[in-house]
Nanobody, 115 residues
Framework: QVQLVESGGGLVQPGGSLRLSCAASGFSFASYGMKWHRQAPGKERELVAGISASGGGTSYADSVKGRFTISRDNAKNTVYLQMNSLKLEDTAVYYC????????WGQGTQVTVSS
């Protein structure tokens, strides 16, 4: 069955960095785009970044453009989210999302930005 397992979250100070990973299994990872979303307390889930199946195309929410980088390693069935210059408002649970129909989600990893 399809599984997505996120890791790499934690507590970081403003201005710090974290790298999230999402290990995928149970489907042909290299054939599908992937996305990262996040959900802050009391807010709706929002799209953060997306990457094409080959990795050649990426897109970002305006709020993270220039600070976050999405990438993937199809040999390792893993998608990453490098987060730099973190802000308090980046605090959220981060989820990876596989675009293989009907769409699959990981369990999420908590990112807390706090001084």
């Amino acid at each position: 069955q399809v599984q997505l397992v996120e890791s790499g979250g934690g507590l970081v100070q403003p201005g710090g960095s974290l790298r999230l990973s999402c290990a995928a299994s149970g489907f042909s990872f290299a054939s599908y785009g992937m996305k990262w979303h996040r959900q802050a307390p009391g807010k709706e889930r929002e799209l953060v970044a997306g990457i094409s199946a080959s990795g050649g195309g990426t897109s970002y929410a305006d709020s993270v453009k220039g600070r976050f980088t999405i990438s993937r390693d199809n040999a390792k069935n893993t998608v990453y989210l490098q987060m730099n210059s973190l802000k308090l408002e980046d605090t959220a649970v981060y989820y990876c999302n596989a675009l293989r129909p009907p769409g699959y989600w990981g369990q999420g990893t908590q990112v807390t930005v706090s001084s």
